[in-house]
T-cell receptor, first 116, second 112 residues
Framework: NAGVTQTPKFRILKIGQSMTLQCTQDMNHNYMYWYRQDPGMGLKLIYY???????DKGEVPNGYNVSRSTTEDFPLRLELAAPSQTSVYFC???????????????FGPGTRLLVL | RKEVEQDPGPFNVPEGATVAFNCTYS??????FFWYRQDCRKEPKLLMSVYSSGNEDGRFTAQLNRASQYISLLIRDSKLSDSATYLCVVKEETDSWGKLQFGAGTQVVVTP
């Protein structure tokens, strides 16, 4: 199993450009998440999904959009990049059921985004 | 006020020594607690869950104090490979979807 994969690993955007951060998991997890991590701050939840076709906003959704057409894929879209979106973006997934296994979130390697 | 607070460190620890650090959380309704480990420029990975009675996993011991709303992590016989940032994570809901609150992390540097 590859686990959670993310592309690209690093990207530089100009203000106003758009891009899609890709996330794929091969663990058949229903739950998927997008976080951003800024220096000195904890991870902040941007969007999450509890299954294909179902998405919802997290703490910091402004400036982002998501879709979940399949169980495996959960892309994050930035429409008009702003310097405030410079960050490291992590995608994660987890099991849907109660119990210890449900508690663990598996993270992808991250995408480093710089907006200039 | 941050919902999960941690001393950022760094905690400089000689190899073989013991290091301990805490994390405080603000929501008394928090249900589940975890320590994640994050290596430099890598993704977070679950280190251990924290149970009400406290629990050990090898050289790592986690404790929960609900009355004072903090959890702790103790690392015994520190190894160079223990150098990392340790994230305190708190889950607030009891249903199957539970929002996780992440602390900013405590950096541990183990020196030879």
């Amino acid at each position: 199993n590859a686990g959670v994969t993310q592309t690209p690993k690093f990207r530089i955007l100009k203000i106003g450009q758009s891009m899609t951060l890709q996330c794929t998991q091969d663990m058949n997890h229903n739950y998927m998440y997008w976080y951003r991590q800024d220096p000195g701050m904890g991870l902040k939840l941007i969007y999450y999904s509890v299954g294909a076709g179902i998405t919802d906003k997290g703490e910091v959704p402004n400036g982002y959009n998501v879709s979940r057409s399949t169980t495996e894929d959960f892309p994050l879209r930035l429409e008009l990049a702003a310097p405030s979106q410079t960050s490291v973006y992590f995608c994660a997934s987890s099991y849907p059921n109660r119990g210890p296994l449900q508690e663990t979130q598996y993270f992808g390697p991250g995408t480093r985004l710089l907006v200039l | 006020r941050k919902e999960v607070e941690q001393d950022p460190g760094p905690f400089n620890v000689p190899e073989g020594a013991t290091v301990a650090f805490n994390c405080t959380y603000s929501n008394s309704a928090s249900q589940s607690f975890f320590w994640y480990r994050q290596d430099c420029r890598k993704e977070p990975k679950l280190l251990m869950s924290v149970y009400s009675s406290g629990n050990e996993d090898g050289r790592f011991t986690a404790q929960l104090n609900r009355a004072s709303q903090y959890i702790s992590l103790l690392i015994r016989d520190s190894k160079l490979s223990d150098s990392a940032t340790y994230l305190c994570v708190v889950k607030e809901e009891t249903d199957s979807w539970g929002k996780l609150q992440f602390g900013a992390g405590t950096q541990v540097v183990v020196t030879p």
